[in-house]
C-alpha cells in the first residue's frame, strides 16, 4: 500500500523560508516520479514541481521557478521541495504525489497526473 509522510510546513514570514518533506513507502517496483501540488483556499488544486527518481530531471511552475527546489533522496525514498523567498501568494496546502514520470518541459503540470496522494500540510506565508 503506497503511504507518503508529509512534513515541515508552517507560518513563516514574506521572504523566508520553509523545507517540505515527503517520504514515500508501499512501492513495489518504486516510484518513478514524485510532484508538489497545492491548494489555496478557494482555489483549485495547482502542480508545483515533480522530479524523476531515476535521473533527478525536474518541472517547476513558472509561479515558483527560481524560488523553490526540488530535490530526492533515493536512499531513502524521500523527497524534499525547498521555498525560498516566500510570498503571501505561496499560501496553501501542499501535497506530494505519485505519478507517471515527470515532463520538465511540460507547459502545465495536473493533478490528474496523480495516482497516490499525502495528507497535506499548510503553509501559511504572513507577517
Known amino acids: 500500500q503506497v503511504q507518503f509522510v508529509q512534513s515541515g510546513g508552517g507560518l513563516v514570514q514574506p521572504g523566508g523560508s520553509l523545507r517540505l518533506s515527503c517520504a514515500a513507502s508501499g512501492f513495489t517496483l518504486g516510484y518513478k516520479a514524485i510532484g508538489w501540488f497545492r491548494q489555496a483556499p478557494g482555489k483549485e488544486r495547482e502542480g508545483v514541481s515533480c522530479?524523476?527518481?531515476?535521473?533527478?530531471?525536474?518541472y517547476y511552475a513558472d509561479s515558483v521557478k527560481g524560488r523553490f527546489t526540488i530535490s530526492r533522496d533515493k536512499a531513502t525514498n524521500t523527497v524534499y521541495l525547498e521555498m525560498n523567498a516566500l510570498k503571501p501568494e505561496d499560501t496553501a496546502d501542499y501535497y506530494c504525489?505519485?505519478?507517471?514520470?515527470?515532463?520538465?518541459?511540460?507547459?502545465?503540470?495536473?493533478?490528474?497526473?496523480?495516482?497516490?496522494w499525502g495528507q497535506g500540510t499548510p503553509v501559511t506565508v504572513s507577517s
Open positions: 522530479i524523476n527518481r531515476g535521473d533527478g530531471s525536474t
Open positions: 504525489a505519485t505519478g507517471a514520470i515527470c515532463d520538465p518541459e511540460q507547459s502545465d503540470f495536473r493533478p490528474q497526473w496523480a495516482d497516490y
